[in-house]
């Protein structure tokens, strides 16, 4: 891929030339080195709204955010106010604060199922933490993950994981002994009967399952018709947990999160991402006797010197009330829809089969191999999903000013901050690009 490689980009070359000797791969992140779709790794410097700038000083529109969680977008005035002030009284101090009551209140109170919350530093740490209570609540050893549903870096999670895994093509990860997944079954995504066969055969010792109830790290994936519900009545039946991972999809596809929109109630959700408002936060909630059973409260130890930190939790707390306020959630969603409404018409327009998807702030687009071809699970999307088409569209939108995710396996994002002015310019970018595509 040579269309990265231009004088456009001439200074964030020479910043990845020099990270390459200092980070392994240049990155702290594997996505972020674009192995996807070529070329070097755009530098950014700064943000503003929608909108960030690149160390050569291209703007672009934004659908990455930070992989999700800058809902109101780059340094919105009202976060960014509050960090200013509590930075001035201290950074951490390892001791419990008032801010984390209030932050741990309003989750509470916005998501249906969370009785009791632990903040956490990471999505990772939320995963690991939840999936740990899971087996000490229920005395079972085995958990169900979903192909291509990425849940941190865990070890025992890293089997057949999407995302980043997927992008760089790496079946699982080596350092991860077989020991460390001997408990982690592995079902199709929005496959029923394949979760059924596997508590036919395991059932007595399955503690968890645990899902993105919307599937963002194979690309964005909807839960087919009845899957949800279904997962609910077997865990329920079999004695086991239904854990909803919502790090990505947690006030993103609702201000419930995606057990609000199908009105599924979970054992134990995991969160992240928003609720930092752009710091590293994580956080796991249930059920208060579940919950209970969490250090000092009962025996499941899990601790963090930075967990509930005063600056991630004023940033969430902001965020949060932000997103609460009349119509701003609604604003954010009619945005997405007419997004990816006008992604799909100039693909019609342009005759490339491309199949988009979107739910609240939330979008996906995948470019097909073959028209007619649907996408419904990792199987799917690696078998009909077109890689190499997805990254030439997205090198011609990053010269048009518009930046996607550099991986085709991610899903995009939009924010309070984008306007009607925003989604015209990148429908009107895309119709271009996809026009020269054809």
């Given at each position: 891929?040579?269309?990265?490689?231009?004088?456009?980009?001439?200074r964030s070359q020479e910043l990845f030339?020099?990270?390459?000797?200092?980070?392994?791969?240049?990155?702290?992140?594997?996505?972020?080195?674009?192995?996807?779709?070529?070329?070097?790794?755009?530098?950014?410097?700064?943000?503003?709204?929608?909108?960030?700038?690149?160390?050569?000083?291209?703007?672009?529109?934004?659908?990455?955010?930070?992989?999700?969680?800058?809902?109101?977008?780059?340094?919105?005035?009202?976060?960014?106010?509050?960090?200013?002030?509590?930075?001035?009284?201290?950074?951490?101090?390892?001791?419990?604060?008032?801010?984390?009551?209030?932050?741990?209140?309003?989750?509470?109170?916005?998501?249906?199922?969370?009785?009791?919350?632990?903040?956490?530093?990471?999505?990772?740490?939320?995963?690991?933490?939840?999936?740990?209570?899971?087996?000490?609540?229920?005395?079972?050893?085995?958990?169900?993950?979903?192909?291509?549903?990425?849940?941190?870096?865990?070890?025992?999670?890293?089997?057949?994981?999407?995302?980043?895994?997927?992008?760089?093509?790496?079946?699982?990860?080596?350092?991860?002994?077989?020991?460390?997944?001997?408990?982690?079954?592995?079902?199709?995504?929005?496959?029923?009967?394949?979760?059924?066969?596997?508590?036919?055969?395991?059932?007595?010792?399955?503690?968890?399952?645990?899902?993105?109830?919307?599937?963002?790290?194979?690309?964005?994936?909807?839960?087919?018709?009845?899957?949800?519900?279904?997962?609910?009545?077997?865990?329920?039946?079999?004695?086991?947990?239904?854990?909803?991972?919502?790090?990505?999809?947690?006030?993103?596809?609702?201000?419930?999160?995606?057990?609000?929109?199908?009105?599924?109630?979970?054992?134990?959700?995991?969160?992240?991402?928003?609720?930092?408002?752009?710091?590293?936060?994580?956080?796991?909630?249930?059920?208060?006797?579940?919950?209970?059973?969490?250090?000092?409260?009962?025996?499941?130890?899990?601790?963090?010197?930075?967990?509930?930190?005063?600056?991630?939790?004023?940033?969430?707390?902001?965020?949060?009330?932000?997103?609460?306020?009349?119509?701003?959630?609604?604003?954010?969603?009619?945005?997405?829809?007419?997004?990816?409404?006008?992604?799909?018409?100039?693909?019609?327009?342009?005759?490339i089969p491309l199949q988009v998807g979107?739910?609240?702030?939330?979008?996906?687009?995948?470019?097909?191999?073959?028209?007619?071809?649907?996408?419904?699970?990792?199987?799917?999307?690696?078998?009909?999903?077109?890689?190499?088409?997805?990254?030439?569209?997205?090198?011609?939108?990053?010269?048009?000013?518009?930046?996607?995710?550099?991986?085709?396996?991610?899903?995009?994002?939009?924010?309070?901050?984008?306007?009607?002015?925003?989604?015209?310019?990148?429908?009107?970018?895309?119709?271009?690009?996809?026009?020269?595509?054809?």
């Amino acid at each position: 891929m040579t269309i990265g490689m231009t004088s456009r980009y001439a200074r964030s070359q020479e910043l990845f030339a020099a990270a390459q000797q200092l980070l392994p791969g240049g990155v702290n992140s594997p996505v972020r080195a674009f192995r996807s779709v070529g070329g070097t790794p755009i530098f950014v410097q700064r943000g503003a709204g929608p909108h960030f700038w690149d160390a050569d000083g291209n703007r672009y529109i934004d659908y990455v955010l930070s992989w999700g969680p800058l809902i109101l977008g780059h340094a919105h005035p009202a976060v960014v106010e509050a960090l200013a002030q509590q930075v001035t009284q201290g950074t951490s101090y390892g001791a419990p604060t008032e801010l984390e009551n209030q932050l741990a209140e309003l989750v509470i109170e916005m998501v249906p199922g969370i009785e009791m919350v632990r903040m956490v530093n990471s999505g990772t740490e939320a995963t690991m933490s939840a999936l740990r209570l899971a087996r000490a609540f229920t005395e079972r050893p085995k958990i169900i993950k979903f192909s291509g549903c990425y849940h941190g870096h865990a070890d025992m999670l890293l089997v057949q994981a999407g995302s980043g895994v997927a992008t760089l093509g790496l079946p699982d990860s080596p350092g991860v002994p077989s020991g460390a997944t001997a408990h982690t079954l592995v079902a199709e995504y929005n496959d029923l009967e394949a979760v059924r066969a596997l508590f036919k055969d395991h059932g007595p010792e399955i503690a968890a399952v645990i899902v993105e109830p919307v599937a963002g790290n194979m690309g964005l994936v909807l839960p087919e018709a009845g899957f949800l519900q279904g997962l609910r009545d077997i865990t329920r039946e079999a004695g086991s947990l239904l854990i909803f991972d919502e790090v990505m999809t947690g006030f993103r596809v609702a201000p419930g999160g995606a057990q609000s929109v199908w009105n599924i109630d979970p054992d134990l959700t995991c969160l992240g991402k928003v609720i930092g408002g752009g710091l590293p936060v994580g956080a796991y909630g249930g059920k208060r006797a579940i919950m209970e059973k969490v250090a000092p409260a009962g025996p499941m130890y899990q601790a963090g010197t930075l967990s509930g930190n005063p600056l991630a939790m004023v940033a969430g707390l902001v965020t949060l009330q932000q997103i609460r306020r009349a119509g701003a959630f609604e604003q954010i969603a009619n945005h997405t829809a007419a997004l990816a409404d006008g992604l799909r018409t100039a693909a019609e327009a342009a005759g490339i089969p491309l199949q988009v998807g979107h739910l609240g702030s939330m979008f996906g687009a995948y470019f097909l191999k073959e028209a007619g071809q649907r996408i419904t699970d990792y199987r799917s999307a690696r078998q009909y999903a077109d890689p190499q088409q997805y990254a030439r569209f997205f090198w011609l939108m990053a010269a048009r000013g518009v930046y996607l995710a550099p991986s085709q396996f991610e899903a995009g994002f939009v924010s309070l901050a984008h306007g009607e002015a925003e989604i015209v310019e990148t429908v009107t970018a895309a119709r271009e690009a996809l026009a020269e595509l054809a």
